[in-house]
């Protein structure tokens, strides 16, 4: 039953869908922190934000649709406000205080969550188009979750030609590159950092979303992701695109297949995957800078 | 020019604060006596994050694992297997120094935002074990702790009167031996390799290994308050373990001001009160330790008592 091969390709379909989640996640960050050196531990948040806010969207207009193009917006605006606000005041010069400010807004992002929506936990129905399934090998399946694995390989798309082909992009391979120099030749770091900060956390916003009607809603769901999140980031190499891609592919597939292998060993084997690329590469399996 | 006595305010206050505590002890009603025991643990909590965070710079949000291993260390040694609370408790301490010492020997590779992400996965390792372990209770925890059996010296440490002094003296004693080690040479160490740890290697100092020790006294010390609080709840969850626990110590040691070992004791007295009154009033007391944690970090991170020792510096300047 077990290793049955329509069985292992539906896990195999799974852990791209979960993959490709924590890819639109882990991007925002980890090109962040290329940039600033700096990791925004209230990515999360920004998650459960996305998914709370499409579901009221869903409940108002009732349609996922509006809910898939607008939460991700309000996310990206919320991220641009704390930039602008409570990170800006701190200072760009010491990243530790900007991170430990970012922890500061989980306590309150997840207390406001449960303030606005309550301690329940919720489910967005799927979209009309993607309610069935389809046939893998003879087994049906959710073709809402192919909609997911197709998103963020569009996504993947979209963003490695924009940091290889526009000019912003340019400017953002620049400051990961070598900072001091990029900004020597008069680049806007700053704009090009606040313009990423702001895409990642639509992104994370968008993952909300889009999570929502596989996995539910509720308070609390950022933390769990946020952990394998930072995990792809540190297994990628930090400021890395494909190094994202990589993590979160590796991620998903061990987090899917553990699951179904070793349930009980399942997130201990995701650590210490961890470990063993932390100790063999310290700077993740394709990192940014030689060093 | 004469310097400004930095040890000698800091070991004045933790003096005061003990004090006020045995104040407080001789009027505290039953709550009161629980009230002060919960400070005392939080407080020898904090002070051994600080010796990690605040001495050597190795910020880490994993800290609670330490505290949980403690905890469930005594609980299971006590509750499952029988054994007696004087044997429990240092071997459970000592079971925590093995567990440190082995997630310090790769986790001080790291440093910076990188250790606190990878602590922060390794508390959560430890969390979900002991969620899941059925021997210890999965997520329903572990009861029937008992307490440290001092009857021979005639104190039953059982009436929360005693047991909040016990406490009390346990802070004192941890206090004074962490300010011991700051003013040792290896406290001399680890503040140069919070400060400039390259400078450091090139003196020729084994940064690592001076690391991987502070990291292990730390999940000592940390156990330490951990088996303490077993003892107090007489219970042991998971939750111990979870990521809050360790943010809200972090919390605690920033609050009350960072790499001053008396500025930890401040914030678990500022926050465990904070706590028992803003929850009276609200159930979203998160929100605003959060909103008040991003205000301390905002206004320069030195807690209450960086501000504290800040003036009285500016006030000795002054005199001169």
């Given at each position: 039953m077990l290793f049955e091969p329509t069985f292992l390709a539906n896990q195999f379909l799974n852990g791209l869908q979960l993959a490709s989640l924590l890819f639109l996640l882990s991007v925002g960050l980890t090109v962040v922190y290329g940039l600033m050196n700096f990791i925004n531990l209230a990515h999360g948040t920004l998650y459960m934000l996305g998914a709370y806010i499409g579901l009221s969207i869903v409940r108002m207009t009732g349609s996922f649709w509006i809910a898939f193009l607008v939460a991700p917006i309000v996310v990206a605006g919320l991220g641009a406000i704390a930039q602008a606000t409570v990170l800006r005041w701190a200072g760009n010069t010491d990243p530790m205080k900007q991170v430990l400010i970012t922890f500061g807004l989980v306590f309150i992002g997840l207390d406001a969550v449960r303030y606005f929506w309550g301690d329940y936990s919720y489910s967005i129905p799927s979209p009309m188009i993607f309610a069935g399934t389809v046939s893998v090998w003879g087994e049906p399946y959710p073709s809402y979750r192919l909609f997911v694995v197709g998103l963020g390989l569009l996504v993947f798309l979209v963003l490695y030609f924009g940091l290889e082909r526009t000019r912003l992009g340019a400017v953002v391979r620049a400051g990961v590159d070598d900072q001091e120099m990029a900004v020597a030749l008069g680049l806007d770091i700053k704009t090009a950092y606040f313009l990423v900060f702001c895409v990642g956390c639509g992104l994370a916003g968008l993952a909300g979303v889009v999570a929502a009607p596989v996995l539910s809603v509720y308070p609390g769901m950022d933390m769990s992701v946020l952990i394998l999140t930072l995990i792809v980031v540190v297994m990628g190499g930090p400021g890395s695109l494909r190094g994202a891609a990589l993590g979160a592919l590796l991620i998903g597939m061990l987090q899917t297949f553990g699951q179904v292998f070793v349930p009980a060993l399942a997130s201990i084997v995701v650590y210490m995957l961890m470990v063993g690329v932390l100790l063999l590469r310290p700077h993740g399996l394709l990192p940014i800078r030689a060093k | 020019m004469q310097n400004f006595p930095e040890q000698q305010l800091r070991d004045a206050v933790a003096i005061i604060v003990i004090c006020i505590g045995l104040l407080v002890w001789f009027n505290a009603g039953f709550f009161g006596h629980e009230l002060l025991a919960q400070i005392a643990i939080l407080a020898i909590f904090a002070m051994s994050l600080d010796l990690l965070a605040g001495y050597s710079g190795q910020v880490s949000l994993g800290h609670a694992a330490f505290f949980g291993t403690g905890a469930y260390g005594t609980a299971a040694l006590t509750a499952i297997w029988g054994w007696p609370l004087s044997v429990a408790m240092p071997i459970s301490i000592i079971i925590t120094a093995g567990l440190a010492f082995c997630v310090a020997i790769f986790a001080v590779r790291l440093s910076g935002i990188f250790f606190l992400m990878v602590t922060l996965a390794i508390g959560e390792v430890f969390h979900s074990f002991f969620f899941r372990v059925r021997v210890f209770g999965g997520d329903d925890g572990l009861g029937g702790i008992p307490r440290l059996d001092l009857g021979a010296i005639g104190i039953d440490l059982l009436s929360p009167i005693s047991f909040s002094m016990f406490t009390l003296i346990t802070v004192a004693l941890v206090y004074w031996g962490l300010s011991y080690i700051s003013r040792s040479s290896f406290g001399a160490v680890i503040s140069g390799i919070r400060q400039n740890e390259s400078r450091m290697a090139a003196l020729g100092c084994k940064v690592r290994s001076y690391k991987v020790w502070t990291f292990t006294v730390a999940a000592c010390l940390a156990a330490l308050a951990g088996s303490l609080s077993a003892q107090h709840d007489g219970f042991v969850s998971p939750d111990l373990l979870s990521w809050t626990a360790s943010g809200e110590v972090l919390i605690v040691v920033i609050v009350g001001g960072m790499?001053?070992?008396?500025g930890p004791i401040i914030g678990a007295v500022v926050v465990v009160l904070l706590a028992h009154y803003v929850s009276g009033l609200t159930n979203y007391w998160m929100f605003f330790m959060g909103l008040f944690f991003v205000a301390v970090v905002l206004a320069g991170g030195q807690g209450i008592y960086g501000l504290f020792e800040k003036t009285c510096r500016r006030l000795h300047n002054v005199k001169r």
């Amino acid at each position: 039953m077990l290793f049955e091969p329509t069985f292992l390709a539906n896990q195999f379909l799974n852990g791209l869908q979960l993959a490709s989640l924590l890819f639109l996640l882990s991007v925002g960050l980890t090109v962040v922190y290329g940039l600033m050196n700096f990791i925004n531990l209230a990515h999360g948040t920004l998650y459960m934000l996305g998914a709370y806010i499409g579901l009221s969207i869903v409940r108002m207009t009732g349609s996922f649709w509006i809910a898939f193009l607008v939460a991700p917006i309000v996310v990206a605006g919320l991220g641009a406000i704390a930039q602008a606000t409570v990170l800006r005041w701190a200072g760009n010069t010491d990243p530790m205080k900007q991170v430990l400010i970012t922890f500061g807004l989980v306590f309150i992002g997840l207390d406001a969550v449960r303030y606005f929506w309550g301690d329940y936990s919720y489910s967005i129905p799927s979209p009309m188009i993607f309610a069935g399934t389809v046939s893998v090998w003879g087994e049906p399946y959710p073709s809402y979750r192919l909609f997911v694995v197709g998103l963020g390989l569009l996504v993947f798309l979209v963003l490695y030609f924009g940091l290889e082909r526009t000019r912003l992009g340019a400017v953002v391979r620049a400051g990961v590159d070598d900072q001091e120099m990029a900004v020597a030749l008069g680049l806007d770091i700053k704009t090009a950092y606040f313009l990423v900060f702001c895409v990642g956390c639509g992104l994370a916003g968008l993952a909300g979303v889009v999570a929502a009607p596989v996995l539910s809603v509720y308070p609390g769901m950022d933390m769990s992701v946020l952990i394998l999140t930072l995990i792809v980031v540190v297994m990628g190499g930090p400021g890395s695109l494909r190094g994202a891609a990589l993590g979160a592919l590796l991620i998903g597939m061990l987090q899917t297949f553990g699951q179904v292998f070793v349930p009980a060993l399942a997130s201990i084997v995701v650590y210490m995957l961890m470990v063993g690329v932390l100790l063999l590469r310290p700077h993740g399996l394709l990192p940014i800078r030689a060093k | 020019m004469q310097n400004f006595p930095e040890q000698q305010l800091r070991d004045a206050v933790a003096i005061i604060v003990i004090c006020i505590g045995l104040l407080v002890w001789f009027n505290a009603g039953f709550f009161g006596h629980e009230l002060l025991a919960q400070i005392a643990i939080l407080a020898i909590f904090a002070m051994s994050l600080d010796l990690l965070a605040g001495y050597s710079g190795q910020v880490s949000l994993g800290h609670a694992a330490f505290f949980g291993t403690g905890a469930y260390g005594t609980a299971a040694l006590t509750a499952i297997w029988g054994w007696p609370l004087s044997v429990a408790m240092p071997i459970s301490i000592i079971i925590t120094a093995g567990l440190a010492f082995c997630v310090a020997i790769f986790a001080v590779r790291l440093s910076g935002i990188f250790f606190l992400m990878v602590t922060l996965a390794i508390g959560e390792v430890f969390h979900s074990f002991f969620f899941r372990v059925r021997v210890f209770g999965g997520d329903d925890g572990l009861g029937g702790i008992p307490r440290l059996d001092l009857g021979a010296i005639g104190i039953d440490l059982l009436s929360p009167i005693s047991f909040s002094m016990f406490t009390l003296i346990t802070v004192a004693l941890v206090y004074w031996g962490l300010s011991y080690i700051s003013r040792s040479s290896f406290g001399a160490v680890i503040s140069g390799i919070r400060q400039n740890e390259s400078r450091m290697a090139a003196l020729g100092c084994k940064v690592r290994s001076y690391k991987v020790w502070t990291f292990t006294v730390a999940a000592c010390l940390a156990a330490l308050a951990g088996s303490l609080s077993a003892q107090h709840d007489g219970f042991v969850s998971p939750d111990l373990l979870s990521w809050t626990a360790s943010g809200e110590v972090l919390i605690v040691v920033i609050v009350g001001g960072m790499s001053s070992l008396v500025g930890p004791i401040i914030g678990a007295v500022v926050v465990v009160l904070l706590a028992h009154y803003v929850s009276g009033l609200t159930n979203y007391w998160m929100f605003f330790m959060g909103l008040f944690f991003v205000a301390v970090v905002l206004a320069g991170g030195q807690g209450i008592y960086g501000l504290f020792e800040k003036t009285c510096r500016r006030l000795h300047n002054v005199k001169r």
